[in-house]
Nanobody, 115 residues
Framework: QVQLVESGGGPVQAGGSLRLSCKAS????????IGWYRQAPGKQRELVDI???????YYVDSVKGRFTISRDNSKSTVYLQMNSLKSEDTAVYYC?????????WGQGTQVTVAT
C-alpha cells in the first residue's frame, strides 16, 4: 500500500513561485518513478513531469525552463519547484506512483495563479 500526500499549493500572483511537496509512505518509493499531474477546471488530468529512480527527469514542453522536479529519498518526498507561474498553470496538482501494477494518487493540492 502506498499513500501520497501533497502540500504547498495556494494562491500566487502571475510571475511568482511555489514549491509543492509530495510525501510518500511505503518502502518502494526510492525505486519508483514519481510523476506530477495537474487538472484544470473542465479539463482532463495531464502529465506535468516525472522523476525516475536514477534522478533523470522528463518535462512537458509547457513547463520546461520554469518547473523543476526533485526528490529526497531519505525523506520519501518529491518536490515541484514552480517559477514564473502563469494563469494557465492554475489547477489541482497531484503526485502519482505506480507500484505492483496499481496506480496511486494523492488527494491533490490547489494552485491558483492570479493575473
Amino acid at each position: 500500500q502506498v499513500q501520497l500526500v501533497e502540500s504547498g499549493g495556494g494562491p500566487v500572483q502571475a510571475g511568482g513561485s511555489l514549491r509543492l511537496s509530495c510525501k510518500a509512505s511505503g518502502s518502494t518509493f526510492n525505486s519508483r518513478a514519481i510523476g506530477w499531474y495537474r487538472q484544470a477546471p473542465g479539463k482532463q488530468r495531464e502529465l506535468v513531469d516525472i522523476i525516475y529512480s536514477d534522478q533523470s527527469t522528463y518535462y512537458v514542453d509547457s513547463v520546461k525552463g520554469r518547473f523543476t522536479i526533485s526528490r529526497d529519498n531519505s525523506k520519501s518526498t518529491v518536490y515541484l519547484q514552480m517559477n514564473s507561474l502563469k494563469s494557465e498553470d492554475t489547477a489541482v496538482y497531484y503526485c502519482h506512483v505506480r507500484s505492483s501494477g496499481q496506480d496511486y494518487w494523492g488527494q491533490g493540492t490547489q494552485v491558483t495563479v492570479a493575473t
